[in-house]
């Protein structure tokens, strides 16, 4: 079966869980009609499915390569990419005053969705973009952004973020690279950056690197790390391409997976660079890119679950084997989606893709709602959702695109079947923009330094949604609600701990708990819209009996504290 962009799921979400009408209603973002979104959904949903999804075996099976100090992308991948800027979908939620719609990032969000599910090794190539335009919007100076931001905006050119070093991974303070001034106002960078995602390209046009360095004399950690824009062509004053960067690709990384997206070692060697932002400042910057990213991580997760559902449920479709319960009975295929573990599996799969999807767009409407107002609330729900919808997002795609290769049995693991791709692709997901345990300890310590307030307001919205339900859904509504009052004494247990380890210990775990409260939330509200039964209802009704359970373990682990955790000695571990 083809990949087919679930329009109608985007447009359900919008409209009935994550209140995107909100959004549409403010000042900021009026001309995100009902209309507009429909055509969104129709042009991209086609774009996915007609000129992105036939690129991703190929992606695979023909790698990128660098020859002769030239990478070469895989074939039909320059044509990809040549439609999705033509589309202007780069520049989506982009400022208008250099070319972009300034449109919701709850858009963007449901773009790089289908994007991903379609493609994922193509799809990282805008998302970098997408960051790099929105670090430069807030913290560039004027000139840069009238030089860079409409190239970027257009498509014409792309954006890299250039942070981690041999020695420096997520210790990004551990960082070697060096930025000495000229004297005329831009700086030689030096250094090498490892695991660059879409590094260089035959695409045309320019590369612009985003690359963290110290300046001289700066302070050693984070406090002494500045940002650059280093371009692979210097820019003549009319815009034109000038002679090439004293950088280079030094080699392409052979990976696991995303075989399509060039991920490369980079050297500078005293490339011209110019300072974006104030010096010392350089994470800052980053982190408006970094915290643009994280989303948009989480929803590449999302997007290569919907694939690898969708990859695995043609095979259930089609493939038969053995007697099933409903051979010969109304309904029945003849296929293995008959058998029980089967309609598990497959059903597993769906249950999760709805909530991390969920999550991700709710996340997406409180950045735009922060946007439009500036109210500081919806600022912190941004920032409490953020590490929530990575690492549930990248989870959920790696459970499901594994899941994928099980429904498909031993063909799952014979390359030819596609399913392993799902699984290798979106492996890296769960490690890069932060891995998730990191997210997770960001969770617990800086998003939980408001005493727990917006973890609190979450829960409290939950419950009350919940007592909703119980007037119409009585065994729903009070399963969501327990589990709500058992996600509020593990995030009191965490405010309550002093010693920071004790909650990195269960940060995971907690997260995850979290998460699975969420997600039930999400599958209650869904159901809800439905009168009586339905097909929400009872993907909702198997969420909340079968996965949300798991929540109780998850809160157990997370509130053990770390003191278990170094019991055993370095050399007990490894006996």
Not at 81 to 101: C, F, Q, V
Not at 153 to 177: K, R, Y
Not at 388 to 399: L, N, Q
Request: charged content about 20%; some cysteine.
């Amino acid at each position: 079966m083809p990949f087919r962009s679930p329009v109608s799921e985007y447009r359900f979400l919008l409209d009935e869980i994550v209140d995107f009408a909100k959004v549409a209603a403010t000042d900021a973002y009026g001309e995100a009609s009902p209309e507009t979104v429909e055509a969104i959904l129709s042009e991209v949903g086609k774009l996915s499915e007609e000129v992105l999804a036939p690129l991703n075996r190929n992606g695979d099976l023909d790698p990128a390569v660098l020859e002769n100090g030239v990478v070469r992308t895989s074939k039909g991948f320059a044509d990809g990419y040549k439609a999705i800027a033509e589309g202007g979908w780069l520049g989506l939620s982009a400022p208008a005053d250099h070319g972009g719609m300034d449109l919701p990032q709850t858009l963007t969000c449901v773009v790089n969705d289908l994007f991903s599910a379609a493609c994922l090794s193509l799809g990282l190539n805008p998302l970098l973009s997408q960051g790099q335009i929105e670090a430069l919007d807030h913290h560039a100076p004027d000139w840069m952004k009238e030089t860079y931001l409409p190239k970027l905006i257009s498509g014409e050119w792309t954006g890299t973020m250039n942070l981690t070093e041999p020695q420096a991974g997520s210790d990004v303070g551990a960082l070697s690279s060096k930025a000495v001034p000229n004297g005329d106002g831009s700086y030689a960078v030096t250094g090498t950056k490892i695991y660059i995602s879409w590094g260089d390209h035959d695409f045309g046009g320019n590369v612009c690197h985003l690359v963290l360095a110290r300046l001289p004399d700066a302070a050693p950690g984070t406090k002494g790390i500045s940002l650059f824009m280093v371009p692979k062509y210097m820019v003549n004053e009319d815009g034109s391409l000038g002679d090439p960067n004293s950088l280079r690709v030094q080699s392409l990384e052979h990976k696991m997976g995303l075989h399509g997206s060039p991920t490369c070692v980079m050297q500078f060697d005293g490339a011209i660079g110019w300072l974006v932002g104030e010096e010392n400042k350089g994470m800052a910057a980053m982190f408006t890119m970094m915290n643009n990213a994280r989303l948009g991580v989480g929803i590449q997760g999302i997007g290569v679950a919907e694939g690898a559902l969708q990859h695995a449920f043609a095979y259930a479709m089609d493939r038969k084997q053995g007697k099933t319960p409903l051979d010969g009975k109304p309904g029945g295929t003849g296929t293995i989606i008959d058998h029980a573990d089967v309609r598990r599996m497959l059903t597993t799969m769906k249950a999760d893709t709805f909530a991390a999807r969920a999550i991700a767009l709710a996340c997406g409407v409180a950045i735009d709602m922060e946007t439009a107002t500036g109210e500081k609330e919806w600022g912190a729900r941004a920032a409490f959702l953020t590490p929530i919808a990575k690492a549930f997002g990248t989870e959920t795609g790696m459970r499901v695109s594994e899941m994928g290769v099980q429904v498909h049995g031993g063909m799952g693991f014979i390359e030819e079947t596609g399913a392993a791709q799902y699984s290798r692709d979106v492996r890296v997901t769960a490690i890069y923009e932060g891995t998730n345990g990191i997210q997770a300890m960001d969770m617990v310590a800086r998003k939980m330094m408001d005493g727990g307030e917006m973890a609190t307001t979450l829960i409290e919205e939950i419950e009350a949604q919940a007592e909703t339900a119980r007037a119409d859904l009585p065994e729903l509504g009070g399963a969501v609600w327990e589990a709500a009052e058992t996600l509020r004494e593990a995030t009191e247990w965490m405010i309550a701990q002093g010693d920071l380890n004790d909650r990195f210990a269960g940060a995971v775990p907690y997260l995850m708990g979290f998460a699975r409260v969420l997600g039930a939330h999400y599958h209650l509200k869904a159901a809800m819209t439905e009168d009586g039964d339905g097909p929400r209802t009872r993907l909702a009704r198997f969420y909340i009996n079968r996965l949300l359970p798991e929540h109780v373990g998850h809160l157990a682990h997370a509130t053990c504290g770390a003191e278990d955790l170094y019991a055993l000695t370095a050399e007990e571990l490894s006996a």
